[in-house]
């Protein structure tokens, strides 16, 4: 490996380890704060943190080889999480569209006021 391919590789481990680092942090207010205020945009987004956290994994297990080899498999696995937070946005989005007898009944309280 040449002096500026290693130099290169090193720099990305360095930036790869920032955003793990960043990101466990952020993904930890942005969940926490979430479930306290029932806010699926910000569960949402602090499980986009979390598959942010794993991608840095993944570009750093790649880094850390040395080769292309690792790049189908790391970008199936990145995306792969994403399919994850889609299905659960979807989910908790329909949930929440989908009427219960309890909204049925704040929406007749609502509406006899």
């Keep these: 490996m040449s002096t500026d391919r290693a130099a ?6 360095q930036l790869a380890w920032l955003i793990v680092v960043w990101d466990v942090i952020e993904g930890a207010v942005a969940v926490t704060a979430g479930l306290a205020s ?7 987004f602090g499980i986009d943190s979390a598959i942010e956290v794993f991608a840095a994994s993944v570009v750093i297990w790649q880094l850390r080889g040395g080769s292309t080899a690792r790049q189908r498999p790391a970008l199936k ?11 659960y946005v979807t989910f908790e989005a329909i949930r ?4 219960t007898p309890a909204h049925i009944r704040t929406s007749r309280e ?4």
Excluded: C, E, K, Q
């Design 110 to 113: 609502v509406r006899n006021r």
């Design 8 to 13: 290169l590789t090193r720099r990305g481990l």
């Design 38 to 44: 029932g806010s699926i945009a910000l569960v949402g």
């Design 77 to 87: 696995a990145i995306s792969g999480t994403f399919f994850v937070l889609a299905a």
């Design 96 to 99: 929440d569209l989908v009427p």
